[in-house]
């Protein structure tokens, strides 16, 4: 009797420290980056009022999660419900997103409140804090939203020239992932938040530092492309307008000043990749694609070589080292040629911390991020 | 101080003498270049041809240059003075506009590598660009 007794009591408690247990490897598991008890993002995305947000809400049925996000193992594979953005091909994968915020970047990040009267606070935490917001799933679902959203809004943007914009979702991953792995509220004085922006790229994009031009707004070179987001037909660019109808506004968006403009979860994300990607257009076409195409009318064809000369206008001598290759190189039409070109410029400094943030990217996905 | 501290010392000074004269020998490369971009600068009565004349000088030196490290600091001293001198051409006869001297100054700064070159840039901009 004793021994029954024993063995029924040893049942009905095997499935409480199951539980248990399974709750304490959730919680271990819950947050890719920051601590569980700093639960900001999760309060933002069930309670902000901000448009995106809001859409994202609506759009993709957001429910509060709890529990972790099976990442483990090297497998970060999660079931992943399709956001209905026009261009599979264009979209980076969430898988992809969530093994880039896996990688251990040690950036001072800024984590941003709004106010009731819409004013920004900020916390700064070093890059050994530990008490930073918590990258849950949520917080993933809501970043893979949001760039896939200003991706979309991207494909098939008229750029000047009579060219309309292609994003390749590979070469903006790649830059993404070595810019800042995705986490958006990185922040040092060489760069601000996802795309890492610098305050050339903010007044290229939008206008002028006001102490260049004695007080006057004077838009940048790249500012027809905010323009032409704001006048843009694409649905996917409606929940971006918000963001950016009122920069003109701003004046001049320091990223240094005013750091969550450019990192905030609510609407710093998505400025910081307008911006970002913008940018990235504007040197493609503007200033790289328009000497290529006047230096070498065949090699500007090749899309790829276009993209690595804009990559490597990202590294440490800026646009000029790649205005400078695309003469020291030679840019030969024959595609033998053009693939020498092409290796020589993946050995270039920024290419290759691309490249190396690419394979500690694919040993944590295993083979769960089809980009890789 | 041990012996392999000194070596160590010594090693790291020689690399940094090293590293100095290599930026040295990179900059001297364009040095008669800047030097008369200097003189360009410093001209009350320097005119839009001229200014673009220099322009194309630098822009066929880039072009002709056969030893690849002097190949490299030509084309990138081109790169650091163009966008002023497309601004002018592109405009041909007609003066660009305050504005779009302002906008092709941004870009032209942070095309620049050289804090230097920008500065005497900038000063032939300000000679040129109509006042607002």
């Known amino acids: 009797m004793f021994a029954t007794d024993n063995k029924e009591m040893r049942s009905s408690l095997i499935l409480p420290i199951l539980i248990f247990n399974l709750s304490l490897v959730a919680e271990g598991n819950q947050c890719l980056q920051g601590s569980p008890n700093n639960q900001r993002f999760k309060r933002i995305l069930e309670t902000s009022d901000s448009y995106l947000v809001k859409e994202f809400r609506a759009s993709t049925g957001f429910k509060p999660t709890q529990g972790g996000l099976g990442c483990s193992g090297g497998n970060c594979s999660t079931v992943t419900k399709p956001l209905a953005l026009p261009g599979a091909m264009g979209e980076i994968p969430k898988e992809c997103i969530q093994a880039s915020l896996k990688r251990k970047v040690a950036q001072t990040s800024i984590e941003c409140k709004q106010t009731p009267q819409g004013n920004w606070t900020y916390i700064q935490h070093s890059g050994r804090s530990k008490s930073t917001p918590c990258f849950d799933e949520s917080a993933v679902d809501y970043t893979h939203y949001v760039t896939n959203k200003v991706i979309s809004c991207f494909q098939g943007l008229p750029m000047q020239n009579g060219v309309t914009e292609t994003i390749d979702p590979t070469v903006l991953y790649s830059k993404l992932n070595n810019e800042s792995g995705f986490n958006f509220t990185y922040s040092y004085k060489g760069g601000v938040g996802a795309g890492q922006l610098t305050g050339w790229a903010v007044q290229e994009m939008n206008v002028l530092d006001p102490s260049r031009t004695k007080g ?40 240094r000043k005013i750091n969550c403009e450019w990192t905030s979860m609510e609407t710093g994300l998505a400025r910081n990749l307008i911006y970002s990607i913008g940018y990235f257009s504007f040197l493609k076409h503007q200033i790289i694609g328009k000497e290529l195409k006047k230096r070498a009318p065949n090699a500007y064809k090749d899309p790829e070589l276009l993209n690595l000369l804009t990559l490597v206008g990202y590294g440490p001598l800026g646009a000029n080292r790649a205005l400078t290759l695309i003469r020291t190189l030679g840019m030969g039409s024959s595609s033998a040629y053009l693939a020498g070109v092409k290796s020589r410029l993946k050995t270039e400094v920024y290419l290759k911390n691309t490249a190396s943030k690419m394979n500690e990217v694919k040993r944590i996905a295993g083979n769960s991020c089809r980009l890789l | 101080m041990s012996t392999a501290l000194k070596l160590f010392f010594s090693f790291a000074l020689f690399f940094q003498i090293a590293m100095a004269n290599s930026i040295e020998d990179k900059t001297n490369l364009v040095a008669a270049e800047k030097e008369e971009l200097a003189k360009l600068a410093n001209r009350s009565d320097l005119t839009v041809k001229e200014w673009l004349r220099f322009v194309d000088d630098i822009d066929a030196k880039c072009s002709s240059e056969t030893v690849e490290v002097k190949q490299t600091a030509m084309c990138s001293f081109y790169y650091e003075i163009y966008k002023i001198g497309e601004l002018f051409a592109e405009a041909q006869d007609q003066k660009p506009t305050w504005e779009q001297c302002m906008r092709a100054g941004v870009t032209s700064d942070s095309l620049s590598v050289n804090e230097s070159t920008k500065k005497l840039v900038n000063r032939i901009a300000v000679k040129l660009c109509p006042k607002r």
């Not at chain 1, 032409?228 to 996917?236: D, T």
Request: hydrophobic share 30%.
């Open chain 1, 216 to 255: 006057k707004t004077v838009k940048g070179g790249g500012r027809f492309i905010l323009d032409n987001i704001l006048a843009s037909s694409n649905p996917q660019c409606a929940g971006l307008k918000p963001v950016i109808e009122n920069d003109l506004k701003f004046k001049y968006h320091s990223p």
